[in-house]
Structure formats: structure tokens, C-alpha cells
């Protein structure tokens, strides 16, 4: 299993950013895709964003043009750049390894006046 850790949550006003990170260890990090996920109050988790190995990217339609993941293969780091924040992306987000189907412990994320 590798181990995975969110951090950069937060409150913030609607427009606003944040830049959320995901830290793995322990295991193999630069040769599989990394994911970031969400989950809202009474709603099922879903995907926001992905990233191959290679920097290939995929979003859900609901956040294209306003969130960018990246990753730092050296830093064994993912990232999720979120700008233009909505009331409507409030969640826990979660990183996941797809390699060994490892999740973080999640971070929230409050957008509201």
C-alpha cells in the first residue's frame, strides 16, 4: 500500500482558490495514474481529475477551465489547482494511487460566503 496524505483545504469565498496537495510514500509513484476524487454531503464520491504518468490529463465537465492537476514526480506530489471556486464544490477531496488502489484520509474544502 502507499501511503497517501491531502493538505491545503480550507474555508474560502465563492470565486476564490486554492491549491490542494497530495503527498504519497512508500511506494512507486511515477509510473501510475493519480487521481483526485470528491465527496459532498449525502452524495457518492466521485472523480474530479486525473493524471497519467506522462501528464496527461482528464477532467469532469463540471470543473473544466477552473481546476488543473499536476504533478511533481520528483516530489512523489499530485496537485489540484482549483480557481473560480463555486458553493457547489464543496467536498472532501481525496487523492487516489490507481497502482495499488490507495486513497488519502481527504481534506475539505468550504466554499461560502
Known amino acids: 500500500q502507499v501511503q497517501l496524505k491531502e493538505s491545503g483545504g480550507g474555508l474560502v469565498q465563492p470565486g476564490g482558490s486554492l491549491r490542494l496537495s497530495c503527498a504519497a510514500s512508500?511506494?512507486?509513484?511515477?509510473?501510475?495514474?493519480m487521481g483526485w476524487y470528491r465527496q459532498a454531503p449525502g452524495k457518492q464520491r466521485e472523480l474530479v481529475a486525473f493524471?497519467?504518468?506522462?501528464?496527461?490529463?482528464n477532467y469532469v465537465d463540471s470543473v473544466k477551465g477552473r481546476f488543473t492537476i499536476s504533478r511533481d514526480n520528483a516530489k512523489n506530489t499530485v496537485y489540484l489547482q482549483m480557481n473560480s471556486l463555486k458553493p457547489e464544490d464543496t467536498a472532501v477531496y481525496y487523492c487516489?494511487?490507481?497502482?495499488?488502489?490507495?486513497w488519502g484520509q481527504g481534506t475539505q474544502v468550504t466554499v461560502s460566503s
Open positions: 493524471i497519467s504518468s506522462g501528464g496527461s490529463t
Open positions: 487516489r494511487h490507481y497502482g495499488t488502489d490507495s
Open positions: 512508500g511506494g512507486i509513484f511515477c509510473i501510475y495514474v
